[in-house]
């Protein structure tokens, strides 16, 4: 089976230049999440989905990050304008449904520099 | 949100046994009990998760202290393949709370 998918691995970008992140889940898993995770830190939740309806998006910069589910199946997480402090790992990942009941599978990520 | 302690880093020799200790004093009777990993350059990784009772899966083990303020979470022979940070993360059964909160973790480093 298919774990979930990011795209790109890495990314590097000029300040102010707009960048997109891409997530195909796990099939079947109706809960998707975005998390930031710092250097030396633990992911931290952006956004969380299920099926098409993000339902907490209270961490989520809203000035500059935006986020969309088409279709209750991939995601897209996008920046624009990109800031030196945005340098980070992307992570996504997805569950069956959310609740403490069911375990999260995450992607790769993608490692984003700002320069 | 339950708070959790964690030993900042262990050590292990390959193919012992390692105990992995996780306080939640402050644990829900609807948190479930979560672990993860993440090896270095990787996403973090599900290793399992329990409610009251004690759990096996082919990673690992999971005991839950019958008051349920603790859990320890047991490799049964570390490989140099389980050096990672190891997070405890207690998440509430319900869906509309269904979120991660990573902590700093315990960073386990295998010694061959």
Known sequence: EAGVVQSPRYKIIEKKQPVAFWCNP???HNTLYWYLQNL??????LIRYENEEAVDDSQLPKDRFSAERLKGVDSTLKIQPAE???SAVYLCASSLAGGGGYEQYFGPGTRLTVT | DAKTTQPNSMESNEEEPVHLPCNHSTISGTDYIHWYRQLPSQGPEYVIHGLTSNVNNRMASLAIAEDRKSSTLILHRATL????????????YGGSQGNLIFGK???LSVKP
Do not use: F
């Open chain 1, 26 to 28: 796990i099939s079947g």
């Open chain 1, 40 to 45: 030396g830190q633990g992911p931290e939740l």
């Open chain 1, 84 to 86: 030196l402090g945005d």
């Open chain 2, 81 to 92: 393949r389980d050096a990672a940070v190891y997070y405890c993360i207690p998440m509430n």
């Open chain 2, 105 to 107: 973790g315990t960073k």
